[in-house]
């Protein structure tokens, strides 16, 4: 819905394509749509840039969850005894890889492949307060998140700063500047 309100007002705007898409965290998922509903009106999109997104692989959001309850969790369950530690976390895994019809509910948007080049910034640093490092994240999730199958045309450009600083100064430059090199591609062609 997000999406479809945003196309309306780019094609108020800008009614003839190309197109140039980019989005940042969970915008980038809109934009991600944006592109989607693009293309099935019959409408080239000649740039779709995603700005650390995360993908929508189940194994790399099982990942991004564990590192957020481990981090928010970590002080209370260090103090318990290394039995009660290995029960609570193994009952966590069991509950989580299990999905029930609920939360497929609760979140009913899924990613659709998207045959066309995507473009990820990916930021290189861990947040502050991460419990995993970055490399982890990326050693075991290069992509990110986002699958071959779902992206078979994936460019990755990794930028300087966390998710949250790579849009300041002085992270931003270096980001702005990649950027304008796909910008101007995309016009070229």
């Not at 197109?19 to 934009?31: D, E």
């Not at 749509?33 to 019959?42: D, F, K, S, T």
């Not at 929508?56 to 981090?71: E, I």
């Not at 509910?105 to 899924?110: C, K, M, N, R, W």
């Amino acid at each position: 819905a997000l999406a479809t309100h945003h196309l309306e007002d780019i094609l108020a705007v800008q009614p003839q394509a190309p197109y140039l898409i980019a989005g940042y965290s969970t915008g980038g998922l809109i934009a991600w749509e944006i592109a989607q509903q693009l293309r099935a009106m019959g409408k080239e999109v000649a740039l779709l840039a995603i700005l650390d997104t995360d993908g929508p692989h189940r194994f790399y959001q099982t990942y991004l969850h564990w590192n957020c309850t481990l981090r928010s969790k970590w002080d209370k369950l260090t103090q318990l005894p290394i039995a009660e530690q290995l029960s609570i976390l193994s009952q966590k895994i069991a509950k989580k890889t299990s999905l029930s019809t609920e939360e497929h509910i609760a979140d009913p948007y899924l990613v659709q492949p998207y045959p066309d080049r995507v473009t990820l910034f990916l930021a290189t640093k861990a947040d502050r307060g991460n419990f995993f490092s970055h490399k982890i994240k990326l050693g075991l999730c290069p992509r990110a998140g986002w699958d071959e199958a779902r992206v078979p045309q994936l460019k990755i450009e990794q930028v300087p700063g966390d998710h949250f600083n790579m849009l300041e100064e002085p992270h931003v430059k270096v980001l702005g500047t990649k950027l304008k090199q796909y910008l101007t591609m995309s016009n070229e062609q």
